[in-house]
């Protein structure tokens, strides 16, 4: 709560529209009274539940990984364990939150805010080694994620080889909260006349090419066949397209938008803003032979291209503060400190501590061990001291704000320590 409240304050502090309505001397009694949800930082009454205020800064990249292999025979699509495990860790080393689909969707909506560095995981084509290999990893992380599956090539289908994952596979993982989307029935070019491959009952296939009505009821069968398959077969809402290659153009997207699809995905890795078009979200394709594009994706929210407004807000909890966020100390000269190592790469002469009525101080920095502190020298004489921490990261600002009480009856006793005694309120 507070934490969300903290990334309000810099939301209205950087000028967003809409926080006006959230009068700043409120802060003080809203960070001591922790009440549910945002509604309670509304002042006027709210008829219908306020909706959160969304960090409207905030980036997200979405990647894209198909096989996982120990040898890699077609870097196109196939990735090592290791190497897709070591990418997965730079991503949590660099301090990018990874989300699930549904919350970055709930996020362009408005409805609900998320970190200022994210990515999204997709698996792309429904393969065995996802299930076996791909998802045990993201479990180690505690990772969500994306499968885009083309029901033709599921096991049992007319393009589902032994290599291919099974609906019961896919029902385990649905059932552990996967997310399971659309990525056509037979996987190819969707643009009318081009050439397409036919398969018939028998498994007999034929190369043609479509137009008029017999193009329009394949694509349909394409875009809505596979939607509405996968959400009998595993009990599911759908509401996410990946177009195969990337190929589509006006048409197609209106009939995935008819058919009901929120979002359509391509394969033009581009990072994805408040503002990204959701019938066309680009995600990174990695491939094993071309590591570039991680790094180079990873690099595009690393740094801040939008001017002075891009600032990271760090969770107080991920840099074990002392005091702690909500925690009252029973000395009115607490030792302030927090633990930076988490956050990344800290540019040592970057690090600055503001403390409420006192402004910046003079902290002492250690770059070893991450460790920034300061002493409070004079007493402290309100209720509570926010604290904001900041430093720059790999050229970007990266922020935290936390909240502790004091407790007045002790702190008016003569100070005979300096260390605080800390009580936990929760
Ligand atoms: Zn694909």
Redesign the pocket.
């Given at each position: 709560m507070v934490h969300r409240l903290a990334i309000i304050l810099i939301i209205c502090a950087l000028g967003f529209g809409g926080c006006k309505k959230f009068g700043h001397g409120a802060k003080e009694t809203q960070l001591l009274n922790p009440g549910p949800s945002s509604a309670a930082l509304t002042p006027t009454p709210a008829l219908t539940p306020a909706k959160p205020v969304v960090d409207q800064t905030a980036q997200t990249i979405i990647f894209?990984y198909?096989r996982f292999v120990d040898k890699v025979r077609y870097p196109g699509?196939e990735i090592t364990p290791p190497a897709f495990e070591a990418e997965m860790k730079e991503l949590k080393d660099r301090g990018i939150t990874v989300i699930g689909m549904q919350d970055l969707l709930a996020w362009k909506r408005g409805d609900k805010n998320i970190p200022p560095r994210c990515a999204v995981i997709t698996f792309?084509?429904g393969w065995k080694s996802q299930y076996e290999v791909g998802w045990p990893i993201m479990k180690k992380f505690g990772y969500p994620f994306t499968m885009?599956i083309?029901t033709e090539g599921v096991r049992g289908g007319q393009l589902g080889g032994g290599e291919a994952i099974t609906w019961e596979q896919l029902a385990d993982m649905r059932d552990n909260g996967v997310d399971i989307e659309a990525?056509t029935a037979t996987?190819q070019d969707l643009r009318e006349g081009h050439n397409i491959m036919l398969a018939a009952a028998g498994g007999k296939r034929t190369k043609t090419k479509l137009v008029g009505p017999e193009y329009e009821q394949w694509l349909q069968s394409e875009v809505v066949g596979c939607k509405q398959l996968l959400e009998q077969r595993l009990g599911i809402k759908v509401n996410c397209f990946?177009v195969?290659?990337g190929s589509y153009n006006e048409h197609v997207k209106e009939v995935a938008r008819k058919a009901g699809y929120e979002a359509m995905f391509t394969?033009y890795g581009q990072p994805i803003t408040f503002t990204s078009p959701l019938d066309s979200l680009g995600r990174y394709a990695i491939e094993a032979n071309k590591p570039k594009v991680f790094a180079d994706a990873v690099k595009m929210i690393g740094t801040s291209s939008g001017g002075a407004a891009a600032v990271a807000e760090v969770g107080a909890a991920n840099l074990s503060t002392q005091p702690a966020d909500g925690e009252t100390v029973r000395t009115a000269l607490p030792l302030i400190k927090a633990n930076l190592s988490g956050v990344g790469a800290i540019e040592p002469g970057s690090v600055q501590m503001r403390v409420s009525g006192l402004g910046v101080v003079p902290v002492s920095y250690d770059p070893k061990t991450g460790t920034v502190s300061y002493q409070v020298t004079q007493k402290m004489r309100e209720k509570s001291c926010t604290v904001i921490v900041s430093a720059k990261s790999e050229g970007k600002k990266v922020e935290a704000h936390w909240t502790f009480g004091i407790d007045q009856n002790a702190a008016a006793a003569p100070a005979t320590s300096a260390s605080p005694s800390p009580t936990k309120k929760k």
């Open positions: 894209c198909h699509t792309d084509d885009f083309y990525h996987h990946a195969p290659f394969v």
